[in-house]
């Protein structure tokens, strides 16, 4: 029987696109070639009979071209507080070998990267706020990361934009949109600044996106 899995978390992704990110306007990357990093806060999950409720994740991606020309390289970075099987669990989630392919943004992403760094397990401290969109992200000695709500060029005011994606989506139902300045260092050298800053919750099971009733 397939592995039966599910998870419901809060998360922020930050990429070096514009604030017009290509991957959810259909469109070509802003600059023709994508690096970005993922994180979230599992509320509720399981993998069979393994709870993965109170744990977080990161992810690094980067891609020398468009994400659908390949060539990627991916960094799974996993709660160092998960015990063996909750690791082998969100390793295969988080590596897009869990469900049907194609069907969720892990596997998506994944299937694109021909180089798979090892995993490893770190401390993860997340935050986010979806409504206000802001977020902290912080991995010691690997990924430093925030969120901010874009300002309205005119009055300085936080500017307000989302996307809502009632069909046709990997990844999320809705999600705010906002800034993100992110560093990480160590084998995956990256530096966004003030780039595309994503701030949503994402449900998925080994089907796909879990659609809100």
Known sequence: MPDQWMIQATTFGNCNCLINCGCQFNVPTSYGFCNFVTAGKIGQGNFNDTSLNGLNYACIFAYP???AEGNGTQLIVIDD???NDQRAALQKIL?????????????VFSSMCSKVLETEYRPIEIEVDIAARTAVLKVPGLIESIGEPALNAFNGDPFHIAIARPAGSFEYNYAELGLGTTTVTGAMEIQLDASYGQFCTIH???EGLVQAA
């Open 95 to 107: 590596s897009g070998q869990a469900g049907e392919p194609g069907s969720n943004h892990f596997s």
């Open 81 to 83: 507080s998960a015990d």
């Open 65 to 67: 071209g468009e994400i």
């Open 204 to 206: 998925i099971n080994q």
